[in-house]
């Protein structure tokens, strides 16, 4: 399959507006969208592998929209840096839905990913409701050590002589995505890393550092007083809820997974071995289950 095309889309916000980058695979003109929404410093072209397989697998026309948030890849750097907050990052999605008019929505999120689309989904009178939503190995309730451990790296985006160098660097914090082979893991990091901008040749990654400073604001008593916000949002999801857990994850406890099966959509849950925050959607048995639940035909109930 060929790459994906690379479009932008106009967002407001208080300082005058910005671009927000989005990769877009498969059929333009298809009705039925599929959102992938990556997590905190990552970027959209973490679904490449599982966009490929869903277009690859569909029975019909799909298309499979990969955004870069504000202030990663493609997409502009906020000039407010407390902008990058999930109601900004829900609205820009709701700026880029008004962009796509979806006649068949279906969002797949990743982390602060998945946290989005409990934002979006959790709201009342959307023009295109979300069918099916798939939480990859996130839920209302954030372990206070996965939030310490990702603060101790977020905003250090580092000085790299070439992409392996930086590859290395970020598999060093990223042991938790599980065994992945060296091309799965280069295919991961090309996308993350750009050029410094001094004439050097070195790359740096591909993330504003200042997205590290409203989640450096967060306390343990903030983070635990917004659960009650986030389960009220999750318990008034209304699409078919698949969610998926890296069984070692740090983030998503196995308590958090099995009381969202039982409250809100039910979600159905999927662990993965060997696993921990967050499962990236390569590994064939991981595209399987997303591409099983977002591609099964729909029932009436």
């Known amino acids: 399959m060929s790459d994906p095309k690379l479009n932008y889309v106009s967002c407001p916000d208080a300082t005058g ?17 599929v959102l992938c929404v990556h997590g905190l410093s990552r970027q959209g072209r973490d679904f490449d592998v599982l966009a490929q397989a869903l277009c690859a697998q569909s029975a019909t026309p799909l298309r499979v929209v990969c955004p870069d948030v504000a202030g990663r890849g493609s997409s502009d750097w906020l000039r407010d840096p407390m902008g990058y907050q999930l109601p900004s990052y829900a609205a820009d999605m709701l700026a880029l839905l008004a962009e796509l008019k ?8 990743t982390s602060m990913g998945g946290l989005i689309g409990m934002v979006v989904c959790g ?63 280069l295919a991961l990091s090309q996308p993350m890393v750009r050029p410094v901008n001094d004439g050097s040749g070195a790359l740096t990654l591909h993330y504003d550092p200042a997205i590290a400073v409203p989640f450096g604001s967060v306390t343990q008593a903030s983070a635990e007083q917004g659960e009650a916000m986030l389960w ?13 857990r890296g069984a070692q994850s740090d983030l998503l406890s196995h308590d958090t997974a099995q009381a969202m099966t039982q409250r809100g959509p039910q979600a159905r849950l999927v662990e993965f071995a060997g696993v921990g925050h967050a499962p990236t959607l390569v590994q064939p048995d991981q595209v399987e289950a997303v591409a099983a639940f977002l591609l099964a035909p729909s029932t009436i109930s």
């Open 17 to 33: 507006g910005h671009r927000m980058a989005y990769w877009q695979w498969g059929d333009a003109g298809a009705g039925h969208v």
């Open 102 to 109: 979806p006649d068949t929505l279906d969002w797949v999120g």
């Open 232 to 244: 009220q949002l999750y318990d008034a999801i209304t699409a078919q809820t698949l969610l998926l």
């Open 123 to 185: 709201q009342p009178g959307l023009p295109v409701p979300v069918r099916r939503l798939v939480l990859n190995d996130v839920g209302p309730v954030i372990q206070w050590q996965a939030l310490q451990r990702i603060g101790q790296y977020l905003g250090e985006t580092g000085r790299f002589a070439c992409v392996e160098q930086a590859a290395d660097a970020m598999r060093a914090i990223s042991t938790t995505f599980g065994p992945h082979t060296p091309a799965q893991w």
